[in-house]
């Protein structure tokens, strides 16, 4: 009975190191003074995001994989929020994506565009600007949904092109 307990004890200790690595490094260090509240806000979701993709885990509702990648997708969200607010020294984020070279399709439907001639600061579709590429254990290609406004004003300027 011994020896199981122990087998179950070593078991459940190297479960726990496997997981660590997906948050041994969750991405540049913040202060809650530094930001914003919407940043802040955005940030938190993030974080609760992230627990509950830890719970699923925790009772093997998900596989290690789909943790993984998951956990991996909320640090890559993490690293362009935090990056976009210190450059932008602004209270405001778009709405973010980040998404697989093999989940483009999500974004894109059945003619997504190639993810190696993607440019920062293009805008693809008028719906989205691609921010750049994050690697976090995976490849995550993130991209700003533009809001209504910008969506018009680039609608309206490619059809003024258009027109004789």
């Known amino acids: 009975m011994a020896a199981i307990k ?3 004890s070593a078991f459940l200790l190297l479960a726990f190191c496997a997981l660590m690595p997906v948050h041994a490094n969750q991405g540049p260090r913040y202060s809650d003074e530094e930001f914003g509240p919407v940043v802040r806000a955005y940030l938190g979701y993030l974080k609760n ?3 509950v993709v830890d719970d699923r885990a925790s009772r093997r509702e998900v596989s290690t ?5 998951n956990s991996n997708r909320i640090r890559a969200l993490r690293q362009m929020a935090i990056k976009l607010a210190r450059e932008s020294h602004n209270d405001y984020l778009p709405e973010l994506e980040a998404v697989s070279a093999d989940e483009m399709s999500l974004l894109f439907g059945s003619n997504p ?3 190696a001639r993607l440019k920062p600061g293009e805008v693809l579709r008028n719906t989205f600007r691609f921010l750049g590429v994050v690697r976090v254990g995976e490849t995550f290609y993130l991209f700003a949904r533009l809001d209504p406004y910008e969506q018009a004003e ?3 300027k ?3 092109v258009v027109r004789p």
Request: aromatic share 16%; net charge negative; no cysteine.
């Open 6 to 8: 122990g087998r179950f």
């Open 49 to 51: 995001e992230q627990e």
């Open 65 to 69: 994989g789909y943790y993984r990648h």
């Open 113 to 115: 565009p190639p993810a």
């Open 154 to 156: 680039l609608t309206e």
């Open 158 to 160: 490619s059809s003024a």
